[in-house]
């Protein structure tokens, strides 16, 4: 017989939403995410940190989930796919992505979506190259990843066109 | 016949207002995957769900002396254990939907039975209250194995002497071999003026779709309905396989395929797992849940392509071809899989070459690793890079340009249809046309004479080509039952019209990224007149959709276009008739324009689409002799298989010092007839050609000859392409329609898979020709070119070839 699992409380800050749990010390931030909070848009593809399906926002920095502790997140910002749409309207980021066919089966794209989220938050507007270097860290197996560069590229440039305050209110977490 | 020249996606226009084929409209699918509310297998989560685990065989080739489970079963919340025992008691072996013609059934159960044959073969399976329960339970499990010899090399499988796998059934690793051919190939080849051949490897690769394996088995014995929700290409097909796996009648089994993330071959039918979670849910009375984890994707999903081809090609001194023999061993690994291995290569033997005497003979054989599944393709990849491998090699021969050469013994249009060596009726198309656009496209003429000289950074710049057809859909029931495979060449729907004035389409495809839900729509579209929002596709439940074939070897449209088309000409019909009632007119005067109903000669004369669907549903206001309802089905078997072919071409600059390479440019010329959605099309091509760059440059998976063990299973170690590893490519397209499908559509999905490697070889061979580097072996590694350079072997000989035996093969040839 093995021991009881160790617990480990946390209090965190999920799309905004303040949530308190008591988990498993083992338990990973993708499966706390799909389990406990029922957000299942992030995806698990590996477990091992290396394909990125799982990747989420946590305090404005790109994350992949199944290579953090869910204890880890205590005191912490978590923002998933699912805080980018708000009501029925796509985020323009989303939008981007649907204008320019970024997507076949949908698996990756959460954690592409993150990634790219991430990278807004850092400011400043990437090159195709280096879109192409930031989303390396997310696998892609449908599309062959140029629309998707296209999308976040596209995304970017109307940011410009956009007003500084509409472009960061379409991000998640901030004031939400 | 038309030939378009279309630009590629660059200068896509913007969305239209309404639904027609060739159009692009954003997709059906993309709200929901893009917020995180698609319905993957593992977002299902029922109500008081277990969870199941699965122990699995360490070694490549064991005996299985003895099982304990007793400590496994104490800990605190395990359910329920299962081992071979239980397995073979309650189930008949797992099933196979494309057999190799010839081959004895293998009794491939869920669990092993005496002998496990890989390393990754399921052995014992635990339900517990959390995944990680039953995982620390399968380390309480204590097997005893005894470790018997193995063979990983494919040939050496062959050998007088290796260990055999399945000594109960066969004699050798040989589970069978097939043969077709015409003419008479070896004379040809006594007469030629010219012969060249070579032995090409192939590596073992796989899908690897980002989603892995999944499946939710929950089972109401008093209803005696098990649902099953698994990430499948085939709900239908899981259906029947899952009937005879368990004993239960089909009506019993509901299969759901909501989203499926990615499956390009791999998800064809039913796996080991499926069977078990079917069996703990059955035994429990509760919900059980495996969902694959990646370590055991790369161990018992199925891998794909290893094979070993002596190809040879024979020319008389002008370069004509006059004859084409591949005589080639496939790996199929320890088991036959649902979809067993490759079965193309045959098919397309010739490529896009005219030649009347041709052989292929294919033996598939046992090796004590993962099984070899179905992987985009199909055996066309393979086959492709032998016979344009030989073919820049036959221009180097007879001092001819590999563009010429090619040209001049490709089939013209006027040629076409054309029956091939192997039996295979190419339908229509312009392959010439698009050798010359990729020729130009890639600056041929002007590198042609140039010096293969290195530039001022050293490297030598080298074009390559790569020609091909690629065979869409299937020729027809009758050559499937031929072959003994489990399933039709028919796609089928239903439509439905709704009292919102919208029509429903049920389909037994899932939704896996093809963009099913996008065409479909968009042709009921087309046809019915009905705006493209109005219409939405229910996808991948048996429950609710036709039976039907599914989602593979590129046949999706090409099928279902035509069961829409009739589906919804029928509905029109009939909606015209119920509407001519109501506007007191005559059908023949009416056209539906969007929502509503309208006469031709006045637009102001007209009743909603939603008032005459609400007449049919409820039967009130219905002419006298009509019955109610607004429903129709449809089942549609395409003519015959449809070509799509082209030509692909790279320009690589190659360092001669090191091996090093750079892909600069890689241009694909493509056919796919009639296009339904371009947008859609060209992220087929550039989807499916990533996958071909990976198999032909970074993906490899290599078990140790020693061990057995695979040794770089995993995300880690295995390298498909990142955003970063690809080179710019160009799309250009020609639009043959095909005359054997509706509306003239040619399948899409697998071309890309199929010219990268050759494309990119030839490429590295021309900038090296000076040095006579002649490769044969994929991935194409900066290491391979180097020792191609430096004349090292990698120890991999090319002792004896394989020659052909058709005289004595098992089965008399019955074909692929």
Known sequence: MTAPEPLVELTTTVNGEVVTATVPARLHVADFLRQRLGLTGTHVGCEQGSCGMCTVVVDGEAVKSCLMLACQLDGRNVQTVESLAVDDELNPLQQCFKEQHALQCGFCTPGMLMTATALAHQGGHPSREEIREEIAGVLCRCTGYENIVTAIERYFAESVERPADEAAASLPGGAR | ?816
């Open chain 2, 1 to 816: 016949m038309t030939t378009v020249e279309r630009p590629a996606a660059a200068d896509r226009s913007g969305p239209v207002t309404r639904g027609v084929i060739g159009s692009w409209q954003l997709r059906k699918e993309d709200d929901r995957l893009l917020r995180g509310d698609g319905r993957f297998t593992d977002d299902v989560e029922p109500a008081h769900v277990l969870h199941m685990a699965v122990g699995r065989c360490p070694y490549p080739h064991a005996r299985i002396v003895r099982i304990d489970t007793s400590a496994a079963e104490q800990l605190e919340g395990v359910k329920h254990v299962l081992t071979g025992a239980d397995v073979r008691a309650a189930t008949e072996p797992l099933g196979v939907l494309r057999p190799v013609p010839g081959a004895p059934r293998l009794p491939y159960y869920a669990l092993a039975q005496d002998v496990a044959t890989h390393e990754g073969q399921p052995v014992v399976s635990v339900v517990a209250t959390s995944r990680h329960v039953a995982e620390d339970a399968l380390e309480l499990v204590d097997v005893e194995y005894e470790p018997l010899p193995h063979v990983v090399d494919v040939l050496a499988a062959l050998e007088p002497g290796a260990p055999v796998l399945h000594p109960d059934v066969l004699d050798s690793n040989l589970l069978a071999a097939n043969s077709d051919g015409s003419g008479d190939p070896e004379a040809r080849i006594r007469e030629a003026d010219v012969v060249v051949e070579g032995r090409f490897r192939i590596n073992r690769v796989t899908a690897l779709p980002m989603e892995t394996r999944a499946v939710v088995a929950e089972w109401r014995p008093g209803a005696r309905e098990l649902t099953v929700h698994t990430s499948t290409q085939v709900p239908h097909l899981i259906r029947k396989q899952l009937a005879e796996s368990l004993r239960l009648q089909e009506s019993d089994i509901r299969a759901v395929a909501s989203d499926v993330g990615g499956g390009f071959g791999l998800k064809l039918g039913v796996f080991p797992e499926d069977v078990l979670a079917c069996l703990h849910a059955m035994a429990l009375r509760r919900p059980v849940k495996w969902t694959e984890d990646r370590a055991e994707h790369f161990r018992n999903s199925t891998h794909a392509r290893e094979s070993v081809h002596d190809y040879r090609i024979a020319a008389d001194a002008e370069g004509r071809i006059l004859a084409m023999t591949d005589v080639y061993a496939t790996d199929i690994g320890g088991w036959n899989s649902p979809f067993g291995s490759a079965q193309l290569s045959s098919v397309v033997l010739n490529g896009p070459y005219r030649v009347t005497d041709g052989y292929a003979e294919r033996r598939v054989t046992l090796t004590n690793k993962t099984p070899i599944g179905a992987y985009r393709g199909y055996g066309q990849p393979e086959v492709n890079f032998a016979y344009e491998r030989l073919m820049d090699t036959l221009a180097r021969r007879l001092d001819l340009d590999p563009v010429e050469l090619r040209a001049k013994n490709m089939l013209t249009p006027a040629e076409l249809p054309w029956k091939n060596p192997t039996g295979a009726v190419y339908d229509s198309g312009d392959y010439e046309k698009c050798l010359r656009m990729a020729a130009e496209a890639i600056g041929w003429d002007a590198h042609r004479g140039t010096p293969r000289t290195p530039r001022a950074d050293g490297r030598i710049r080298g074009i390559g080509f790569s020609s091909f057809v690629e065979r869409t859909g299937y020729a027809s029931a009758r050559f499937l039952a031929r072959r003994g495979s489990q399933f039709g060449a028919h796609e089928s729907v239903t439509l439905r019209a709704n009292r919102s004035g919208g029509i429903d389409v049920w389909t037994g495809v899932s939704t896996m990224g093809q963009s099913a839900e996008t065409a479909f729509a968009q042709v009921v579209s087309e046809v019915f007149g009905i705006g493209y929002d109005a219409v939405k596709v229910h996808a991948g439940d048996t429950s609710a959709s036709p039976l039907n074939t599914g989602a593979f070897a590129s046949r999706t449209m090409i099928a279902a276009s035509g069961a829409l088309k009739e589906a919804a000409e029928e509905l029109a019909a009939k909606t015209l008739r119920l509407a001519a009632w109501r506007l007191e007119s005559d059908p023949e005067l009416l056209e539906i324009a969007g929502p509503v109903v309208r006469r031709r000669d006045d637009a102001s004369v007209s009743v909603t689409l939603a008032e005459v669907f609400g007449t049919a549903i409820t039967g009130q206001g219905i002419p006298p002799g009509e019955e109610p309802g607004l429903e129709a089905t449809s089942h549609f078997e395409p003519a015959d298989a449809a070509y799509s072919f082209g030509t692909a071409a790279a320009l690589v600059a190659v360092d001669p010092g090191t091996g090093e390479f750079e892909i600069e440019r890689f241009v694909m010329v493509h056919d796919a007839g009639t296009v339904v959605n371009p947008t859609v099309v060209d992220g087929q091509v550039r989807g499916a050609l990533a996958q071909g760059f990976g198999a032909a440059l970074t993906e490899e998976l290599r078990y140790d000859a020693e061990t057995g063990q695979l040794v770089n299973g995993s995300m880690v170690d295995y390298f498909p392409p990142t955003a970063a590893d690809l080179p710019p490519i160009e799309l250009l397209h020609t639009e043959v329609p095909s005359p054997v499908t509706p509306f003239g559509i040619r399948g899409v999905g697998e071309v890309g898979t199929i010219p990268p490697g050759a494309a990119v070889a030839n490429a590295i061979c021309d900038a090296l020709a000076d040095f006579g580097v002649e490769l044969d072996t994929l991935p194409i590694t900066p290491e391979a070119v180097w020792r191609a350079l430096s004349g090292r072997s990698d120890g991999q000989g090319f002792d004896e070839e394989l020659t052909p035996t058709r005289e004595n093969l098992p089965d008399g040839g019955v074909g692929y």
